[in-house]
């Protein structure tokens, strides 16, 4: 697991749940924010954060523009290419008109809160949760922020009424993202009913979020940013058996046993310090996770220190951060704190923008040129794409689960696959032999399970097997597989806008 995977689930842990804030915009004051953090998180939540976002930005020399930059969607996102899924920040934007970070340049603070309810969501498998919402601390004119906000997307806002305060949300997108505000100086947002849920706190007819996550949170202390989760059952499993730690010589059953999730971020004169706090259920399990961060720290130092081995710069700088590791126990809470070098910094978010980027460097298939647009559009509308199969485009909402479609399935429904960066196999075969081939390779291919759709395809000449990713595509007369697994290593979850597990 790459420092920078750590990273982004830390610095920017309360910046990825603000992919469901696109629709807000800015101010400077903070008046009314010291209710975020309790007073209007509702008893659904079991994740709560918060960012001090002038004081991150300045403290590590970095502005809005790389945060988003840094984050699981493309840039072409705010500037009139992609839309995003209907959760994410590309479903309230698909404006060229204006960036993200210019409607957010002035917001000081922003509050979030979300119920994580399946194990998916917290292990890397690109499922987001139905249920957050949260706050922005600025100062707000109703009337001029849903003007700028429509002029800048290009589409209509619908308004209701709800206690007495506006609520708006996105003509095309069925209300599911909603927003409001609330008073001049607190702008709110919400999917799953979760803003209706901050106005009836608002309203004082609801009692705010409770118990054990509430109060780990709280007892942060409020650094410049700070998150507390209850982790969701089962969760532990899957993180214990992920593939890339499925070599270790340790047993890593102990994570099954994590309960709560606490991170702190404090900025020092030179560092960002980072503060993980991972409370379990048991002191072994505790005692357990202590042994093998010592272990690991200790094997990496010793590898870099044999003769000839000067390593590469990335694997350079991870040591300098675990030198600095240290462990504290109490009980069955263990927190780990490292320090980031400020300096370091703007090279890990750069480093997000590329994860596993040099594989897209090969010759495997074609280059295609993106589509101007990547908006939704009505099911059943048809949508004309620039190739054959289409690589990139306007798109229906729904897309396919991955698997296999004898049956076939739209260009318009796939096109969406292909924005969440899954790899789509079509096929035109009228040979029985050749599709039950076809099969037998997939088979063999283990990214196909979370990342591929196959079809059949009429729009591809008989006897050919088509590979299409977001702006890449292959055409093979008969079954390559070698040339599908190859395909499928390059750009499995690497090239698109999103990147969503199907």
């Keep these: 697991m790459g420092i920078t995977r750590v990273f982004k689930w830390t610095v920017l842990a309360a910046a990825l749940l603000l992919t469901g804030l696109a629709a807000a915009a800015c101010g400077g004051g903070d008046e009314g924010s010291n209710r975020t953090t309790g007073s209007l998180v509702p008893q659904r939540a079991n994740l709560v954060g918060s960012v001090e976002v002038d004081q991150l930005l300045t403290g590590i020399g970095l502005g ?16 009139g290419g992609a ?42 498998d690109g499922a987001e949760p139905d249920y957050f919402g949260g706050l922005l601390h600025g100062t707000f004119v109703e009337a001029e922020l849903i003007a700028d906000l429509e002029a800048a997307s290009g589409t209509s806002l619908v308004k209701e009424a709800y206690k007495g305060i506006n609520v708006y949300s996105w003509a095309e997108d069925d209300g599911e993202t909603t927003m ?99 409370d379990f259920t048991t002191e072994e399990a505790a005692e357990s996770l202590d042994r093998f961060i010592t272990g690991i720290v200790s094997l990496m130092s010793s590898a870099s220190g044999t003769p000839g081995n000067t390593g590469q710069p990335e694997d350079q700088g991870l040591l300098r951060l675990l030198g600095g590791l240290e462990t504290k126990r109490d009980g069955s809470l263990l927190t780990i704190t490292i320090h980031i070098p400020k ?34 559009v009505p099911e059943g509308q048809k949508v004309e794409y620039s190739t054959a199969p289409p690589t990139s485009g306007n798109h229906w909402n729904r897309w396919a689960e991955c698997g296999w479609y004898a049956d076939g399935l739209p260009d318009e429904l796939i096109t969406h696959n292909l924005e969440h960066g899954n790899i789509v196999v079509s096929y035109n ?39 299409a990713a977001w702006g890449r595509l292959a055409l093979f007369e008969g079954v390559s597989a070698g040339e599908i697994g190859r395909f499928f290593d390059a750009f499995a979850g690497i090239l698109g806008p999103e990147r969503i597990a199907c």
Aim: aromatic fraction near 8%; charge should be negative; avoid cysteine.
């Design 64 to 79: 809005l523009e790389d945060i988003f930059s840094a984050l699981p969607f493309d840039s072409s996102d705010w500037t």
């Design 83 to 124: 839309s995003g899924d209907e959760h994410g920040a590309g479903s309230l934007f698909s404006a060229d008109q204006t960036k993200p970070w210019d409607l957010f340049s002035s917001v000081s603070r922003a509050g979030v809160f979300a119920e994580i309810s399946s194990a998916a969501s917290l292990s890397g």
């Design 180 to 278: 409001s505000v609330l008073d001049d100086s607190t702008f709110a947002f919400g999917t799953g009913g979760a803003l209706k849920d901050i106005i009836d706190l608002w309203a004082g007819d609801a009692e705010p979020v409770s118990g054990a996550v509430i109060e780990a949170f709280n007892g942060l202390g409020g650094g410049v940013f700070d998150l507390a989760v209850k982790i969701p059952q089962g969760s532990g499993d899957r993180l214990g058996s992920l593939p890339q730690l499925e070599d270790l010589p340790i047993s890593l059953d102990f994570l099954s046993d994590l309960d709560i999730l606490t991170v702190r971020g404090d900025l020092k004169d030179d560092s960002l310090e980072l503060a993980v706090g991972m």
């Design 343 to 376: 300096s370091d910094i703007p090279g890990l978010f750069s480093g997000m923008t590329a994860v596993d980027g040099e594989k897209s460097e090969t010759s495997i298939g074609d280059e295609v040129s993106i589509m101007p647009t990547a908006n939704h």
């Design 429 to 467: 075969f009228a040979n029985p032999a050749r599709v039950t081939e076809l099969r037998l390779a997939l088979d063999g291919v283990g990214l196909f399970r979370d990342w591929g759709v196959a079809r059949a395809y009429e729009g591809i000449d008989e006897g050919q097997v088509a590979l």
